[in-house]
Nanobody, 117 residues
Framework: QVQLVEAGGGLVQPGGSLRLSCAAS????????MGWYRQAPGKQRELVAS???????DYANSVKGRFTISGDNAKNTVYLQMNSLKPEDMAVYYC???????????WGQGTQVTVSS
């Protein structure tokens, strides 16, 4: 059993920053990558950023240069530093962990990010 517990969402003004964290527990040895997805009302869930076990990262074009994903292997935790937040970044953010083929996925419960003045 794998559990992903997210934290760090909240309300922030446009241009502000937030840091999300996702702590993993359980059978994490099968993870190949962890990442963050988001889903805004009426929209499909989309990949925001991901990081593999060897440290390779990938970002959605809309967040490049503003968001940074990082991992702490000792703590089994992945972070998403979000800077220069925009109203269009407002969504529920979900932590994801998957195996190499993407055939096994685990999801956190989601954390709300609200960007508003």
């Amino acid at each position: 059993q794998v559990q992903l517990v997210e934290a760090g969402g909240g309300l922030v003004q446009p241009g502000g920053s937030l840091r999300l964290s996702c702590a993993a527990s359980g059978s994490i040895f099968s993870f190949y990558a962890m990442g963050w997805y988001r889903q805004a009302p009426g929209k499909q869930r989309e990949l925001v950023a991901s990081i593999t076990i060897d440290g390779s990262t990938d970002y959605a074009n809309s967040v490049k240069g503003r968001f940074t994903i990082s991992g702490d292997n000792a703590k089994n935790t992945v972070y998403l530093q979000m800077n220069s937040l925009k109203p269009e970044d407002m969504a529920v953010y979900y932590c994801n962990a998957r195996n190499a083929r993407g055939s096994i996925n685990y999801w956190g419960q989601g954390t709300q990010v609200t960007v508003s003045s």
